[in-house]
């Protein structure tokens, strides 16, 4: 395969395990030895989880968004880049990565606003609901970003920003990783997940869908898409009409599926292209 600029979004349990996160480290070298530009965009769902009660602080989802007071946000902050972005930081450099840990903070790299979220209720009225400090992306600039890969550095980004005042904001990590993937134009969008793929009829592995256009995403939203899969593919969805050339969905927690896909050509997870 010839070489290709990966934006890669890892999070969830493909993250809390020491070991697999060494595996996906090592996978990363080789693929970037063999000529690809690699960006990593990070959540850490279960470690704010952690943190958060451990603060004695309640946390609340609303439609795949926290609810986050600023003494949240505090928390937050100090979990994602102290520690995930740290340790991912520590362990990519280990495996000889060149690793930059950074946030979308970092030269305003990515700005937001406070996000807004309408609710139909089961009465027809809509409600706003007031979701605290979390983001919406506004702009994404890719210039540091850019320049890191140009220089075969592998920028590792937090899934904080903040707004035009400097006001720190937490931003789903999905959300984040497809406005990175579009504003640097990714060859691919790769969102490591906890599944296989895209099933027709979970779980039986001869159902996931291999290859699917952006054409057929609308069909199938709320059949074969649901519940935490809908917001990762309407990330992936989002930035492949922002110009990402592809996005496929890998699991997380096989880390060898990322050279069987790029080195190998196998055919695995599932690729949604234009
Ligand atoms: C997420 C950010 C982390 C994230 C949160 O607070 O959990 C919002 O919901 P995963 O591991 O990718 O789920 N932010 C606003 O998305 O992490």
Do not use: W
């Not at 880049?81 to 060149?98: H, I, T």
């Not at 919406?136 to 980004?157: A, C, G, N, W």
């Not at 990714?186 to 895209?198: E, F, M, P, Q």
């Not at 809908?230 to 496929?248: C, D, F, H, T």
Request: hydrophobic share 40%; aromatic share 6%.
């Amino acid at each position: 395969m010839p070489s290709s600029k990966l934006l890669i979004k890892y999070g969830g349990n493909a993250m809390i395990n020491q070991t697999l996160k060494l595996q996906i480290a090592q996978s990363l070298y080789r693929l970037k030895n063999a000529g690809h530009e690699i960006v990593l965009v990070h959540g850490g769902g279960p470690f704010i989880n952690k943190a958060l009660e451990k603060a004695n602080i309640p946390s609340e989802f609303i439609e795949g968004q926290r609810q986050t007071s600023p003494e949240a946000m505090f928390e937050i902050q100090k979990t994602l880049k102290g520690e995930v972005n740290g340790d991912l930081v520590k362990v990519f450099s280990q495996q000889g990565l060149k690793a930059v840990g950074l946030s979308g903070l970092d030269n305003q790299t990515v700005l937001v606003s406070p996000k807004k979220l309408k609710l139909t209720l089961s009465d027809g009225i809509i409600d706003e609901i007031d979701l605290g400090r979390v983001g919406q992306i506004t702009s994404v600039d890719p210039e540091l970003i850019l320049s890191l890969i140009e220089k075969k550095f592998l920028p590792i980004l937090a899934c904080i920003a903040a707004d035009t005042e400097g006001l720190a904001y937490n931003v789903n990590a999905d959300d984040f990783a497809g406005e990175v993937a579009a504003s640097i134009q990714a060859d691919y969008y790769i969102s490591l997940t906890d599944v296989d793929g895209l099933y027709q009829n979970y779980p039986d592995p001869t159902s996931i869908l291999r290859n699917i256009s952006l054409g057929d995403l609308p069909n199938l939203y709320g059949k074969i898409i649901q519940g935490g899969m809908i917001p990762k593919i309407q990330s992936l969805e989002n930035a492949l009409k922002k110009g990402v050339k592809n996005a496929l969905i890998l699991n997380g927690t096989q880390p060898e599926q990322l050279l069987a896909y790029f080195e190998k050509g196998s055919t695995i997870g599932t690729t949604i292209t234009h």
